[in-house]
Nanobody, 115 residues
Framework: QVQLVESGGGLVQAGGSLRLSCAAS????????MGWSRQAPVSQREFLAS???????NYADSVKGRFTISRDNANNTVYLQTNSLKPEDTAIYYC?????????WGQGTQVTVSS
């Protein structure tokens, strides 16, 4: 099982950017998928982006063109670059890993976008 720790959240004005990081406790090279989801108050958790072991990315329509996911296998870290942030992007952002052994989640990092 891999432990995931997110960081990089915070308070930002609309139109701003944040770079979220997800540090894994072990080598992520063989993990099939790494990704990000978010959950706003009184809402279900929403898929945002994923990246495969081979670097193939997938994005939710709501963030396509604004968010970019990347992975640094050498440093066991996955990133989510968030640009052109909107107040509706306010949520807790969670990192996850997915593979044959199941899905692991981090504890989340809060992103708040002010108007």
């Amino acid at each position: 099982q891999v432990q995931l720790v997110e960081s990089g959240g915070g308070l930002v004005q609309a139109g701003g950017s944040l770079r979220l990081s997800c540090a894994a406790s072990r080598n992520i090279f063989m993990i099939n998928y790494m990704g990000w989801s978010r959950q706003a108050p009184v809402s279900q958790r929403e898929f945002l982006a994923s990246i495969s072991r081979d670097g193939v990315t997938n994005y939710a329509d709501s963030v396509k063109g604004r968010f970019t996911i990347s992975r640094d296998n050498a440093n066991n870290t996955v990133y989510l670059q968030t640009n052109s942030l909107k107040p509706e992007d306010t949520a807790i952002y969670y990192c996850y890993s997915a593979g044959p052994q199941g899905v692991n989640w981090g504890q989340g990092t809060q992103v708040t976008v002010s108007s």
